[in-house]
């Protein structure tokens, strides 16, 4: 059974480990002479694209989170409003769609009931649907107009690590060939973001080397109940998904919350040794970020920083500091995400569950 797991102790962590393969694997073909192309994935005329008006991101789980920080880096590159949707909210909320609104819908399993069913409303709405999906041939596959496969391999851990950090990858690609069709960014411009993009196997690969740390501070965690997870613009997207990995596995309760709002109330629960994780890793948000890190240290607040390497501010304010590698701001998410994935894998590890299945959930949620 350990061979299946490539010699690790559970799927997770293997998975944890591949996410450099998988993002190498999901760039590979769809970038050409230093530019994203995804025409193979994507039938539309340039005409068709740049007559898109809104974009919508429909998904559940991991993968709505995934759709969080497209909203970010879309409206970012391409300049074209971009909403999020949980798809269980969204077939219920009469969205407004049009043939010119480009649906994409995420999801790793492509057969998630909520997510499919979002999908036929978009494609009954005349509007074209987009597809990102770990699974070829699936149902949401099938039924989308154009399909992008992220190359993450089969997942089989529960909690969602390597499809995630695909899915972002195809977002970015997305992202930049919109932009490109539609002008919105100079092709040197594209090109720069294309170079830093496939630096991110790399940069992934050094940032797995804080495992040691890593499981350390893990330990310290696994002995609380609650936890708070703050950042601001893309950290506050991926601040989301850490807090999910932490709660799904460990039964920690967790929160992520956006810095600035914290003051509107969840500071009132920020009391003596209780644990904030803290990601400071948008170069724009950074001053914002250390008084808000400030507000909690002052409340007595056991702060665990995210910062970029270099950072010389967190190392002064925080118990503890963890960093990654530089990027791009706005491609942080692929490499941020990783220690909080470790984190919460080690935590529950440290608490003896079951990392792989944890209590009442399902890989692939096949009903409403
Ligand atoms: C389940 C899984 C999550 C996943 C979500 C969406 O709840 O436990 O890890 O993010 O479904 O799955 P999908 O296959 O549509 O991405």
């Given amino acids: 059974v350990k061979a ?26 769809r970038v050409k002479g230093g530019q994203a192309d995804l025409s193979r994935e994507i039938a539309l005329s340039p005409e068709e694209i740049r007559e898109i008006e809104r974009i919508h991101f429909v998904a559940c789980g991991t993968a709505y ?75 949401v596959a099938r039924e989308a107009d154009d399909v992008f496969i992220t190359q993450a391999g089969p997942e089989i851990a529960v909690a969602s690590t390597k499809a995630y950090t695909s899915q972002l990858i195809a977002i970015y690609l997305l992202g930049l060939y919109l932009a490109r069709i539609r002008r919105t960014r100079s092709e040197a411009e594209l090109a720069e ?23 350390r501070l893990a330990a310290e965690i696994a002995k609380k109940e609650d936890l708070f997870y703050i950042g601001r613009g893309l950290d506050y997207a991926v601040s989301l998904e850490g807090s999910l990995k932490l709660k799904e596995i460990t039964y920690i309760h967790s929160e992520a919350y956006t810095a600035g709002e914290l003051k509107h109330g969840t500071l009132a629960l920020i009391e003596e040794g209780v644990p904030v994780i803290a990601l400071a890793t948008q170069t724009s948000l950074y001053d914002k970020m250390v008084s808000n890190i ?56 440290a608490r003896g569950y079951d990392v792989d299945k944890p209590r009442n959930l399902a890989k692939s949620v096949t009903v409403e």
């Fill in 4 to 29: 299946e797991k490539g010699g690790y102790d559970h799927f997770m962590l293997k998975e944890i480990h591949e996410q450099p393969r998988a993002i190498r694997d999901t760039l590979t073909g």
């Fill in 65 to 139: 989170h995934a759709g969080l920080v497209g909203k970010y880096v879309i409206e970012e590159l391409v300049r074209i409003p971009v909403e999020v949707d949980v798809a269980s909210e969204y077939r219920y909320r009469n969205p407004i769609l049009t043939p010119r609104t480009l649906v994409v819908v995420v999801s790793q399993s492509g057969e998630t009931a909520d997510t499919l069913a979002a999908l036929r409303e978009a494609k009954k709405a005349g509007s074209r649907v987009l597809a990102i999906t770990n699974v070829v041939g699936s149902t």
């Fill in 193 to 215: 973001v294309v170079k830093h993009l496939e630096e991110l196997p790399e940069l992934a690969e050094r940032t797995l080397e804080m495992e040691d740390t890593i499981r």
């Fill in 294 to 349: 400030e507000e909690v240290k002052a409340r007595g607040a056991q702060v665990l920083g995210l910062a970029l390497e270099g950072d010389a501010e967190l190392h002064k304010l925080a118990d503890e500091v963890l960093t990654i590698p530089r990027t791009l701001s706005f491609l942080t998410p692929v490499l941020t995400v990783i220690p909080l994935q470790l984190l919460a894998y080690h935590a529950c590890v």
